[in-house]
Protein backbone atom coordinates (compact mmCIF):
# COMPACT_ATOMS: atom_id res chain seq x y z
CA UNK A 1 0.00 0.00 0.00
CA UNK A 2 1.53 3.27 -0.92
CA UNK A 3 2.14 5.94 2.06
CA UNK A 4 0.37 9.17 1.70
CA UNK A 5 3.14 11.82 1.30
CA UNK A 6 2.96 15.48 2.65
CA UNK A 7 5.59 17.57 3.13
CA UNK A 8 5.43 21.44 4.52
CA UNK A 9 8.83 22.95 4.95
CA UNK A 10 8.86 25.41 1.23
CA UNK A 11 9.82 23.92 -1.73
CA UNK A 12 10.94 24.88 -4.79
CA UNK A 13 7.74 24.63 -6.44
CA UNK A 14 4.62 26.87 -6.30
CA UNK A 15 1.93 24.98 -7.45
CA UNK A 16 0.93 21.06 -6.83
CA UNK A 17 0.41 20.57 -11.09
CA UNK A 18 4.13 21.70 -11.43
CA UNK A 19 5.08 17.90 -11.04
CA UNK A 20 5.69 14.84 -12.83
CA UNK A 21 7.20 11.96 -11.99
CA UNK A 22 10.31 11.90 -9.92
CA UNK A 23 10.95 8.41 -7.60
CA UNK A 24 11.41 8.43 -3.59
CA UNK A 25 11.75 6.06 -1.36
CA UNK A 26 10.24 5.74 2.03
CA UNK A 27 11.77 6.95 5.39
CA UNK A 28 14.33 9.33 2.21
CA UNK A 29 14.34 12.94 2.82
CA UNK A 30 12.05 14.68 0.30
CA UNK A 31 13.61 17.57 -0.01
CA UNK A 32 14.51 17.36 -3.54
CA UNK A 33 13.11 14.97 -6.33
CA UNK A 34 15.30 12.30 -7.26
CA UNK A 35 15.41 11.94 -11.15
CA UNK A 36 16.05 8.36 -12.38
CA UNK A 37 15.89 6.48 -15.91
CA UNK A 38 12.95 5.50 -17.05
CA UNK A 39 13.36 1.78 -16.83
CA UNK A 40 14.68 2.25 -13.12
CA UNK A 41 11.38 3.89 -12.55
CA UNK A 42 9.04 1.40 -13.92
CA UNK A 43 11.05 -0.94 -12.03
CA UNK A 44 9.91 0.56 -8.70
CA UNK A 45 6.87 1.08 -9.38
CA UNK A 46 6.26 -2.21 -10.11
CA UNK A 47 8.38 -3.74 -6.86
CA UNK A 48 5.60 -1.52 -4.37
CA UNK A 49 8.01 1.87 -3.96
CA UNK A 50 5.90 4.95 -3.72
CA UNK A 51 6.61 7.85 -6.61
CA UNK A 52 6.23 11.50 -5.82
CA UNK A 53 5.52 13.68 -9.01
CA UNK A 54 7.84 16.49 -9.83
CA UNK A 55 7.82 18.77 -13.44
CA UNK A 56 9.59 21.65 -13.94
CA UNK A 57 9.35 23.72 -17.04
CA UNK A 58 12.06 25.59 -18.42
CA UNK A 59 11.67 28.61 -16.24
CA UNK A 60 11.10 27.37 -13.20
CA UNK A 61 15.01 25.14 -13.75
CA UNK A 62 16.31 28.85 -13.81
CA UNK A 63 14.65 30.30 -10.91
CA UNK A 64 15.80 27.09 -9.47
CA UNK A 65 19.12 27.19 -10.24
CA UNK A 66 22.24 27.84 -7.61
CA UNK A 67 22.64 32.18 -7.80
CA UNK A 68 25.96 33.76 -6.87
CA UNK A 69 24.53 36.04 -4.21
CA UNK A 70 26.74 38.64 -4.83
CA UNK A 71 24.83 38.93 -8.61
CA UNK A 72 21.72 41.35 -9.07
CA UNK A 73 19.38 39.55 -11.54
CA UNK A 74 19.81 41.03 -15.46
CA UNK A 75 18.28 38.27 -16.96
CA UNK A 76 15.29 39.72 -18.32
CA UNK A 77 18.11 41.70 -20.79
CA UNK A 78 19.81 38.13 -21.33
CA UNK A 79 20.66 37.96 -25.27
CA UNK A 80 17.98 40.72 -26.16
CA UNK A 81 19.21 43.02 -29.12
CA UNK A 82 17.22 45.93 -27.67
CA UNK A 83 20.01 48.26 -26.42
CA UNK A 84 22.70 45.45 -26.66
CA UNK A 85 26.58 46.83 -28.32
CA UNK A 86 28.24 43.87 -28.36
CA UNK A 87 27.55 40.31 -30.19
CA UNK A 88 29.81 37.08 -29.47
CA UNK A 89 30.13 35.15 -32.72
CA UNK A 90 30.33 31.70 -33.01
CA UNK A 91 31.37 29.29 -36.55
CA UNK A 92 29.02 26.42 -35.24
CA UNK A 93 28.01 23.59 -37.43
CA UNK A 94 24.30 22.83 -39.06
CA UNK A 95 23.71 20.06 -40.85
CA UNK A 96 27.35 20.00 -41.87
CA UNK A 97 27.41 22.94 -42.58
CA UNK A 98 29.32 26.19 -41.73
CA UNK A 99 27.17 28.55 -39.82
CA UNK A 100 27.29 31.95 -37.31
CA UNK A 101 25.51 31.68 -33.98
CA UNK A 102 25.44 34.95 -31.66
CA UNK A 103 24.64 36.86 -28.35
CA UNK A 104 23.54 39.40 -27.78
CA UNK A 105 24.98 41.47 -24.44
CA UNK A 106 25.65 44.71 -22.90
CA UNK A 107 29.44 45.92 -22.24
CA UNK A 108 28.23 47.90 -18.83
CA UNK A 109 26.39 45.10 -17.76
CA UNK A 110 29.39 42.32 -18.53
CA UNK A 111 32.35 45.02 -17.28
CA UNK A 112 30.57 45.62 -14.09
CA UNK A 113 30.61 41.73 -13.42
CA UNK A 114 34.01 41.06 -14.53
CA UNK A 115 37.10 42.42 -14.59
CA UNK A 116 38.67 40.43 -17.19
CA UNK A 117 35.62 41.58 -19.43
CA UNK A 118 36.17 45.32 -18.60
CA UNK A 119 39.85 44.86 -19.22
CA UNK A 120 39.40 43.78 -22.58
CA UNK A 121 36.05 45.71 -23.52
CA UNK A 122 38.91 48.87 -22.29
CA UNK A 123 41.67 47.38 -24.65
CA UNK A 124 41.35 44.57 -27.66
CA UNK A 125 37.52 44.16 -27.52
CA UNK A 126 36.51 47.61 -28.19
CA UNK A 127 34.43 46.96 -31.33
CA UNK A 128 30.55 45.59 -31.84
CA UNK A 129 31.16 42.04 -32.87
CA UNK A 130 33.72 39.42 -31.11
CA UNK A 131 34.75 36.35 -32.76
CA UNK A 132 34.96 33.52 -30.18
CA UNK A 133 37.18 30.79 -31.54
CA UNK A 134 38.03 28.90 -28.10
CA UNK A 135 35.00 28.33 -26.69
CA UNK A 136 31.45 26.62 -28.19
CA UNK A 137 28.36 28.36 -28.17
CA UNK A 138 26.55 26.52 -25.45
CA UNK A 139 28.84 26.69 -22.79
CA UNK A 140 29.79 30.50 -23.56
CA UNK A 141 25.98 31.05 -23.05
CA UNK A 142 25.65 29.11 -20.31
CA UNK A 143 29.00 31.83 -18.70
CA UNK A 144 27.18 34.65 -19.85
CA UNK A 145 23.56 33.81 -18.17
CA UNK A 146 25.65 33.12 -15.40
CA UNK A 147 26.69 36.85 -15.57
CA UNK A 148 23.61 38.27 -16.19
CA UNK A 149 21.43 36.69 -13.32
CA UNK A 150 24.20 34.68 -11.31
CA UNK A 151 22.50 31.32 -12.13
CA UNK A 152 24.18 28.41 -12.94
CA UNK A 153 22.21 26.44 -16.05
CA UNK A 154 23.95 23.49 -16.87
CA UNK A 155 21.38 20.99 -17.13
CA UNK A 156 21.61 21.47 -21.10
CA UNK A 157 25.33 21.30 -21.49
CA UNK A 158 27.45 17.63 -21.62
CA UNK A 159 30.58 16.96 -19.88
CA UNK A 160 32.91 18.39 -22.35
CA UNK A 161 30.69 21.48 -22.13
CA UNK A 162 30.65 21.72 -18.57
CA UNK A 163 34.80 21.41 -18.76
CA UNK A 164 34.08 24.57 -21.25
CA UNK A 165 32.58 26.35 -18.88
CA UNK A 166 34.95 25.48 -15.84
CA UNK A 167 37.71 26.82 -18.43
CA UNK A 168 35.97 29.73 -18.55
CA UNK A 169 35.19 30.24 -14.77
CA UNK A 170 39.29 30.25 -14.30
CA UNK A 171 39.87 32.58 -17.73
CA UNK A 172 37.48 34.54 -16.32
CA UNK A 173 38.50 34.73 -12.69
CA UNK A 174 35.35 33.76 -10.49
CA UNK A 175 35.87 31.43 -8.36
CA UNK A 176 32.58 31.27 -7.30
CA UNK A 177 31.66 29.60 -10.55
CA UNK A 178 34.57 27.70 -10.62
CA UNK A 179 33.64 25.73 -8.04
CA UNK A 180 30.05 25.33 -8.99
CA UNK A 181 31.07 24.40 -11.97
CA UNK A 182 33.43 21.31 -10.54
CA UNK A 183 30.50 19.93 -8.33
CA UNK A 184 28.40 19.94 -11.23
CA UNK A 185 30.93 18.21 -14.01
CA UNK A 186 31.03 15.40 -11.15
CA UNK A 187 27.41 14.69 -10.73
CA UNK A 188 27.18 14.00 -14.55
CA UNK A 189 30.10 11.74 -14.52
CA UNK A 190 28.08 8.71 -14.47
CA UNK A 191 30.39 5.77 -16.01
CA UNK A 192 34.07 5.11 -16.23
CA UNK A 193 33.99 5.61 -19.74
CA UNK A 194 33.37 9.18 -19.13
CA UNK A 195 36.45 9.16 -16.38
CA UNK A 196 38.83 8.64 -18.75
CA UNK A 197 37.61 10.98 -21.49
CA UNK A 198 36.99 13.63 -19.22
CA UNK A 199 40.25 13.37 -17.75
CA UNK A 200 42.20 13.41 -20.58
CA UNK A 201 40.13 16.71 -21.86
CA UNK A 202 41.04 18.25 -18.50
CA UNK A 203 44.92 18.19 -18.85
CA UNK A 204 46.24 21.14 -17.36
CA UNK A 205 43.60 21.76 -14.97
CA UNK A 206 45.00 19.56 -12.32
CA UNK A 207 41.91 20.89 -9.77
CA UNK A 208 39.11 19.27 -12.42
CA UNK A 209 41.15 16.22 -12.59
CA UNK A 210 41.28 15.93 -8.94
CA UNK A 211 37.47 16.28 -9.09
CA UNK A 212 37.06 13.48 -11.42
CA UNK A 213 39.34 11.20 -9.78
CA UNK A 214 37.48 11.79 -6.43
CA UNK A 215 34.32 11.21 -8.68
CA UNK A 216 35.91 7.46 -10.47
CA UNK A 217 36.41 6.16 -6.70
CA UNK A 218 33.04 6.54 -6.07
CA UNK A 219 31.14 4.71 -8.57
CA UNK A 220 33.53 1.29 -9.19
CA UNK A 221 31.12 -1.61 -9.87
CA UNK A 222 31.39 -4.84 -10.52
CA UNK A 223 31.18 -4.19 -14.20
CA UNK A 224 33.96 -1.43 -13.99
CA UNK A 225 36.34 -2.54 -11.26
CA UNK A 226 38.91 -3.82 -14.02
CA UNK A 227 38.60 -0.67 -16.13
CA UNK A 228 38.98 1.29 -12.84
CA UNK A 229 42.00 -0.76 -11.96
CA UNK A 230 43.52 0.14 -15.27
CA UNK A 231 42.75 3.65 -15.42
CA UNK A 232 43.95 4.23 -11.22
CA UNK A 233 47.39 2.35 -12.83
CA UNK A 234 47.44 4.53 -16.25
CA UNK A 235 47.44 8.02 -14.17
CA UNK A 236 49.54 5.96 -11.29
CA UNK A 237 46.75 7.45 -8.49
CA UNK A 238 47.87 5.71 -5.42
CA UNK A 239 44.91 7.07 -3.44
CA UNK A 240 42.62 5.80 -6.36
CA UNK A 241 44.64 2.23 -6.78
CA UNK A 242 43.97 1.63 -3.35
CA UNK A 243 40.59 2.15 -3.44
CA UNK A 244 40.27 0.12 -6.45
CA UNK A 245 41.68 -2.54 -4.70
CA UNK A 246 39.68 -2.24 -1.03
CA UNK A 247 36.53 -2.50 -3.46
CA UNK A 248 37.62 -5.57 -4.94
CA UNK A 249 38.70 -7.18 -2.36
CA UNK A 250 35.13 -6.47 -0.44
CA UNK A 251 33.47 -7.70 -3.25
CA UNK A 252 35.87 -10.23 -4.65
CA UNK A 253 33.36 -13.08 -4.39
CA UNK A 254 30.91 -11.45 -6.17
CA UNK A 255 33.70 -10.08 -8.80
CA UNK A 256 35.15 -14.10 -9.42
CA UNK A 257 31.64 -15.17 -9.82
CA UNK A 258 31.27 -12.61 -12.87
CA UNK A 259 34.82 -11.66 -14.05
CA UNK A 260 37.12 -14.70 -15.51
CA UNK A 261 40.30 -13.45 -14.05
CA UNK A 262 42.26 -16.24 -15.73
CA UNK A 263 41.24 -15.12 -19.06
CA UNK A 264 41.99 -11.29 -18.62
CA UNK A 265 44.25 -9.40 -20.87
CA UNK A 266 47.95 -9.45 -19.53
CA UNK A 267 47.54 -5.63 -19.88
CA UNK A 268 44.24 -5.18 -17.57
CA UNK A 269 45.13 -8.30 -15.60
CA UNK A 270 48.61 -6.34 -14.12
CA UNK A 271 46.90 -3.21 -13.12
CA UNK A 272 43.62 -5.29 -11.50
CA UNK A 273 46.23 -7.49 -9.01
CA UNK A 274 48.19 -4.48 -8.59
CA UNK A 275 45.02 -2.65 -7.16
CA UNK A 276 44.32 -5.73 -4.92
CA UNK A 277 47.87 -5.95 -3.37
CA UNK A 278 47.52 -2.04 -2.67
CA UNK A 279 44.12 -2.62 -0.76
Given at each position: ??????????????????????????????????????????????????????????????????????????????????????????????????????????????????????????????????????????????????????????????????????????????????????????????????????????????????????????????????????????????VLISDVGR??????????DKTNVDEL???????????????
Amino acid sequence: MYEPYSHQEPTLFLFFHDTTAALYAPNRSHEKPIHVPFNKLAENILSGETCKLVLKSEEDIYKAAEKNPIFKDSSDLFNKAKFSDVKFCFNVQVNGESATKELCAHKAILAERSEVFHSRFSNEWKGGEIDIKYWGYEAFHAFLFYLYSGRIVTADLNLYQLLELHDLSEQYLDPYLKSKSLEHLSTKLESMEDIVDVYKKAEGHNQARDVIVKRASKIITVDNCVQAAQFADDINHHVLISDVGRFILDNRKEIYDKTNVDELDPELLRPFLKALMKA
